[in-house]
Nanobody
């Protein structure tokens, strides 16, 4: 059974940084688009960023552009989300998801395989 496992969440002060990881097992991310999503209590799910497992092209939502960086280690079959200059409004459960083809819109990625999520809390 294909699986995605997120890690790296936690509590951080405003202005701080966190690095989330999304490790895939039983399938190779090279052939997928991998995305990060978040959902805060009472709010709709938001597609934050995605990356092509083939050529590394990326997409960012306007709300995180310039603060978050998505990257991929193909050898480790893992995708990362480096989050800098964090704000209280970034507080949410963060999920990764993956879907074919190797470059797809964030909406298509949302219809693929999902991880279980990791909590990020930005608070002083």
């Amino acid at each position: 059974q294909v699986q995605l496992v997120e890690s790296g969440g936690g509590l951080v002060q405003p202005g701080g940084s966190l690095r989330l990881s999304c490790a895939a097992s039983r399938f190779t991310l090279d052939y997928y688009t991998i995305g990060w999503f978040r959902q805060a209590p009472g709010k709709e799910r938001e597609g934050v960023s995605c990356i092509s497992g083939d050529d590394g092209r990326t997409y960012y939502a306007d709300s995180v552009k310039g603060r978050f960086t998505i990257s991929m280690d193909n050898a480790k079959n893992t995708v990362f989300l480096q989050m800098n200059s964090l704000k209280p409004e970034d507080t949410a459960v963060y999920y990764c998801a993956a879907n074919i083809p190797p470059w797809a819109t964030i909406e298509v990625v949302a219809k693929g395989v999902w991880g279980q999520g990791t909590q990020v809390t930005v608070s002083s």
